[in-house]
């Protein structure tokens, strides 16, 4: 395994209307203790997140219409030169170390993929929330449950202690996710590391599924602290904007498409039909503006089938091998 990372970090930004966010965002990029270089890409943004950008120098390219969240770091990785690259959202504030603990985290573990730190839970005007005296997390890892939903491990508990080891975690949430250029050139399909068939939301929980499928670990690294600003959380789905919950909707069934096999299938049952039964009918209710999700998902069938092949046919641990990842109660193992 190559050694991560030997020259600067790539640090990946996709934005889309970030005024409020994004300077925080970069100046704590640019004062990690390791050497970084900065793409961002945003997706015609109406704000001042382009005169941000500009004014902290980073290399920027500017869509003129919205091409989404998986285009846009796609854009920023491919062709380039790097060992590792840190795809980042605008709303997170890393602390001034983060960098250098999460490569060392990668170089340690064998096989290690992807790794990610603890994040800590920020509101809309860049504080850090706390309760009772104690910070909130916002997710030490990324878990997946057998009706599949994928949750962040540690979502809104009070840190106390509780996830002070390093430890193997299904996958990192795209806020900041950590990426060994190997893994991404070995899970790459065409020109896509995230499928770009997503738009947003759940390419993260997409791209861990195929890591794990391949043999990548994914390392949790609660030394490497960050802040993050939630803002779609799964209690909060009727305060969403149509278009977020439209994509949800459909990608739930995309990334099902592709990566479920049959010891998963058996160990999701009944749960993940039940669920889907309690979505459908949710949405028929309550959210018709969800309904063409389905339409597209149907449209995409022949797609998906031809990718679905090819994430099969080139896995590397068996169904056995997977099965015990999908679990009601947060799975995580030691390095």
Request: with cysteine; hydrophobic share 40%; proline share 3%.
């Amino acid at each position: 395994m190559n050694t991560a990372s030997r020259g600067p970090v790539l640090v990946s930004l996709v934005t889309y209307n970030d005024e409020s966010f994004l300077a925080r965002c970069l100046e704590a990029v640019q004062r990690q203790t390791i050497d970084v270089r900065v793409k961002l890409f945003d997706n015609d943004s109406h704000d001042g997140t382009l005169d941000i950008a500009r004014s902290y120098g980073v290399q920027l390219h500017e869509s003129t219409e919205n091409r989404g969240y998986s285009f846009g770091h796609n854009h920023n990785l491919l062709g380039e030169d790097f060992d590792t690259a840190l795809l980042l959202n605008a709303d997170v504030i890393l602390q001034l170390n983060y960098l250098e603990v999460l490569v060392g985290a990668l170089n340690e573990v064998e096989n290690a993929g992807m790794a990610g730190g603890k994040l800590y839970r920020m509101n809309t005007e860049g504080r850090q929330v706390f309760r009772e005296a104690f910070p909130v997390l916002d997710s030490t890892g990324m878990f997946f449950t057998p009706s599949q939903r994928h949750f962040d491990r540690g979502s809104e508990e009070e840190d106390r202690g509780q996830y002070d080891l390093r430890q193997l975690v299904f996958g990192i949430t795209g806020a900041t996710l950590l990426c060994r250029k190997e893994m991404l050139e070995d899970l790459r399909l065409g020109d896509e590391y995230l499928d770009e068939d997503f738009f947003a939301y759940r390419e993260d929980a997409d791209l861990a599924w195929r890591a794990q499928l391949r043999g990548w670990r994914a390392v949790y690294e609660p030394r490497a602290e960050a802040l993050h600003c939630r803002r779609v959380l799964p209690r909060g789905r009727k305060q969403l904007p149509p278009l977020i919950n439209y994509h949800s909707l459909k990608n739930r069934y995309l990334m099902r498409m592709k990566n479920l096999d049959s010891a998963v299938r058996r160990r999701c049952f009944p749960h993940m039909w039940m669920r889907d039964v309690g979505i459908l009918a949710y949405v028929l209710l309550f959210e018709w503006s969800s309904l063409p999700a389905y339409r597209e998902v149907w449209c995409l069938r022949q797609k998906f089938r031809q990718k679905r092949e090819h994430v099969q046919g080139t896995r590397r641990v068996s169904s056995d091998g997977i099965v015990h990842w999908f679990s009601f109660t947060p799975t995580a193992l030691d390095p």
